[in-house]
């Protein structure tokens, strides 16, 4: 599944990160880390954000490193969707 690269809609923001849940159906939770410089004491910082984004073939599992895209809203908390996943944890 590519993302769709059309001017009319405008670029898609995509993330990557790790399943910390996929306990629902067709649902996982993905959690993004990034790092960015703080503006007044120049230290690295690191921060996590939780993203509820959709599974439709329920391919992912727990530890599994994934790609998501924004999209339109799909219930009260998912805004995401599975492109693809870059890393299978190994069992």
Not at 17 to 35: C, F, H, P, Q
Not at 65 to 83: D, E, G, M, N
Request: hydrophobic share 35%; with cysteine.
């Amino acid at each position: 599944m590519q993302v769709e690269q059309n001017s009319k809609r405008g670029s898609r923001k995509v993330r990557v990160g790790k399943v910390i849940s996929d306990s629902m159906d067709k649902t996982i939770i993905v959690e993004a880390e990034r790092s960015f410089r703080h503006p007044l004491y120049k230290k690295v910082m690191k921060t996590a954000a939780k993203f509820y984004a959709h599974d439709e073939k329920n391919e992912c599992k727990k530890g599994d490193v994934v790609r998501i895209v924004s999209t339109r809203p799909l219930s009260k908390l998912k805004r995401w969707r599975l492109i693809d996943v870059v890393k299978k944890t190994e069992e």
